[in-house]
């Protein structure tokens, strides 16, 4: 009885770890939880989404989330550098506190070969230029903040 009731919890969580969705545009997005989305805030070629805790996201975040994406096409990082075209990237999110706030960071980045990977892994990309890049959403406002595109290869293009 305890064999059954300890694999439907863990079946439980597995299934918590990713909820994955096409938003009104057609882009695609996964909220990612536990240790996938502490791999997510550590960044190795830009900086790290300012928070100081994760948290679960609402159902509710990540449809807000989503239809606010296109407000990152005409952003513009610290160095003046533009994103691609939103369509060009996958959208992985992680709830964040911030300062007592609730807010959403957002990884985008051009889909790798294996589609299914990104739905449930932290995808990292070390430089890379504008194949990457990441920005905090705050529901409560609609705005994103922090945008960073990852070093390196854009300085190149």
Known sequence: MKR?????????????????ATNPSGLQSTALTGPEAMKLVKQCSRP???????????PSDIRLTNA?????????????RG????????????GIIDKGV???YV??????PDQI??????????????????????PETKTFSNLEINGSYAKGR
């Open 83 to 94: 994103i691609r075209p939103l369509n060009e990237y996958i959208y992985q999110y992680v």
């Open 107 to 112: 990884n985008a980045i051009m889909p790798p």
């Open 68 to 80: 606010n994406l296109g407000k990152l096409a005409s952003m513009k990082d610290s160095d003046g």
């Open 117 to 138: 990977i990104w739905q449930k892994q932290a995808l990292l990309m070390c430089d890379g230029g504008d194949r990457a890049f990441g920005a905090v959403f705050n």
């Open 102 to 104: 609730n807010k959403v």
């Open 48 to 58: 790290n989404p300012p928070h100081d805790i994760l948290r679960l996201m609402s």
């Open 4 to 20: 059954i009731a300890i694999s439907m919890i863990l079946a439980s969580a597995l299934a918590a770890c990713a909820t994955t």
